[in-house]
């Protein structure tokens, strides 16, 4: 843990993970400043548009952050690496894609190497092309999955015993006892998505965060399987039309085009659930409260080692 957190240069070993399109500088400064690590998500974003909220997230913390490509998602990929470069943001994660060709120019500029990854076999590619940590993801988590659909309890003691490198876990995580079973399962810290949602600086709806906080864990639906595309989205009109559209054959194309960032934004930025979805993972079912990004981080990190102790005292095997 310890090791990762010096490798990332941050306080706590926990990563905001990459929310393309939508995560603005305010989450990612704030996310930073409380200790963990800030992640962009440039989705499909333009390269202009990626750079306004790398400075802005300059103005707003002097600590490290990443910028998250997701390889087979942008169109930008050199031009974002180029600005990785130019800015010397202190890590990138890439994900969605073969990270290997992107490997070596990041490293020879000192940028950190976050990969993403869902399978022992992606994970020691990874390793091998000079990733620096590893964030495994189960299929419980919010957005785009694999199609392996390996769950993280299983997954990341699998992936920490066949590689060397950190590995942080993702997918289902929302509190400290979440971080102190990642840490129990042999991860060195955890990647977040949906419970940073349900936090004051998140710039999404109000809807999409009241959604999360009365919603139960079965209230995602995982689209996408027909094609390939595994994405977990919370229920909701436009996301149950789209299921419905799947299982009466619809194509591949109509499938992109109806999930695309339009449908994604009018969703978390509108909290417009008749015309457009949200991304959510199972944790949401855990999701009570809406504190700051800095009393969430806190708390995790207070309430593992409270559990960790816990366990260690009253563990007994005689
Ligand atoms: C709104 C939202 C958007 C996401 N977009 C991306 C993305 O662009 N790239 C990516 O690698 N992961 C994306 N994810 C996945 C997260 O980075 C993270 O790995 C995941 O949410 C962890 O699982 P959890 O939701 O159970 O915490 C997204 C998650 C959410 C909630």
Redesign the pocket.
Known sequence: MKQACEILSIKYPIIQ???????NAILVAAVSNAGGLG?I???TMAPGAIEQIIMETKKRTAQPFAL?I?LT?SEYVDDIIRLAIKHQVSAV?L??GNPAPYIPILKQNGIRIIV?VASVLHAKKAEKAGADIL?A?GY?????NSSLELTTFTLIPQIVKKVKIPVFA?????DGKGLAAALMLGASGV???????ATAEAPFHQTYKEKLLKANGEDTIVLGRPYGRVRRVLKGEYAEGLADLEQRGMTFREFQQKTSETYHIKG?IDGDFQHGY??????AGLIDDVPSVKQLIESMMRDARLQISKIAENFRFD
Do not use: D, K, Y
């Not at 993970?17 to 995560?23: A, K, Y």
């Not at 419980?140 to 785009?144: L, N, P, T, V, Y």
């Not at 993702?170 to 929302?174: H, M, N």
């Not at 990647?191 to 949602?197: N, P, S, V």
């Open positions: 993970g990459g929310m393309g399109n939508i995560s992640t998500g440039c989705g998250n997701a998602v994660t994900s969605a993403v964030v993801e419980e988590a919010a957005g785009i993702a997918g289902g995580i929302g990647q977040i998505g949906t419970r940073l949602i978390a949200v991304n959510s993972g199972q944790v």
